[in-house]
């Protein structure tokens, strides 16, 4: 009979079996292990509150059930390192990294720019440069094509570890180095999206303007180019990741004493892993406004794509 009470009597009556669920786990974890019981309590009223609102479909709720999910993590994380006593040293809780984060801003701040702007971005702009020249030669002649991807493929899987010491000792122990890293790891991803894109347009619309007798340059500006961007922001995103991860760990292997990877490693040496976890704090914002960035770039560029549109 449900079918004949409408969408909410059924949200509701799906809201009550759930919730009747969740009353049965908690008294079950209760009986079991009284020290779990608090911490399912949270996960079930975050639960719970995400399901209800997972219902509705406005724009305030979709950016609510993350926040909300988000903070239900933060809070067992922060409940399950007092109630088990775990030590900092393993584990630091949530409000102990907060407090290294706000007191060592302008620590922390130097680091992000020795790290992130000089480092990874500079390295990431010109690996990105590079490859999108190297794409449209490529594009131009085959024999590249067969010559230079399969040299790019190899570069590609030599393992950072083994490449940073190199390029620290050929460039340096400051941020060109590190640079370099990043230039070498974003460089193929970038150029294998855009030789594919230089190739996606449509055959048709080639040969049409070739009989209108245009220049392979004014074909690649009005044609190509613009049919591969798609394509080129897929690794663009990609690597906004892959730069970050490439700075820090070239720092482990030569670097002044400022630098993220460089505070990290000190910060293990003294285990003072509070700070360690706020270094990884300012490197997951970093990188989640990196990738934002981009992805507002490539919404605006691409806006004629059928990614993008609603």
């Not at 190739?199 to 180019?225: C, E, H, M």
């Not at 990877?261 to 360690?276: C, E």
Request: proline letters at 6%; a positive charge.
């Amino acid at each position: 009979m449900t079918h004949i009470w409408g969408e909410p009597t059924k949200r509701m009556l799906g809201t009550l079996k759930f919730l009747a669920w969740a009353v049965g786990a908690l008294v079950a974890a209760a009986l079991v292990a009284p020290s779990l019981a608090p911490l399912i309590l949270v996960w079930l009223a975050g639960w719970t509150v995400n399901v209800w609102l997972a219902h509705y479909g406005n724009p305030i709720t979709r950016t609510a059930i993350p926040l909300i999910f988000g903070a239900t993590l933060l809070a067992l994380w922060e409940m399950a390192c007092r109630i088990f006593a775990i030590p900092a040293v393993i584990l630091p809780p949530p409000s102990r990294i907060w407090s290294a984060f706000i007191g060592n801003l302008p620590l922390l701040w130097g680091d992000f720019v020795q790290t992130i702007l000089k480092g990874a971005l500079s390295g990431w702009l010109i690996g990105a440069a590079l490859a999108v020249a190297v794409a449209i030669v490529i594009d131009r002649s085959p024999f590249l094509q067969r010559g230079l991807l399969p040299i790019g493929n190899f570069v590609a899987a030599l393992p950072i570890v083994g490449i940073a010491p190199i390029l620290v000792m050929w460039f340096g122990f400051d941020w060109q180095s590190k640079a370099a890293v990043v230039v070498v790891m974003v460089f193929f991803p970038i150029l294998v999206n855009m030789v594919a894109g230089l190739k996606a347009t449509d055959a048709l619309a080639r040969d049409q303007i070739a009989t209108w007798g245009a220049r392979y340059s004014q074909a690649l500006v009005k044609l190509r180019l613009p049919a591969a961007m798609p394509f080129l922001f897929n690794g663009l995103k990609i690597t906004t990741t892959l730069a970050l991860i490439g700075a820090i760990v070239a720092e482990f292997f030569g670097s002044p004493t400022r630098g993220m990877g460089f505070r990290i490693s000190t910060a293990v040496g003294q285990l003072n892993m509070a700070l360690v976890w706020a270094e990884i704090l300012v490197a997951a914002l970093a990188g989640t406004v990196f990738y934002g960035i981009v992805a507002l770039v490539e919404k605006r560029v691409t806006f004629w794509h059928p990614s993008q549109r609603q």
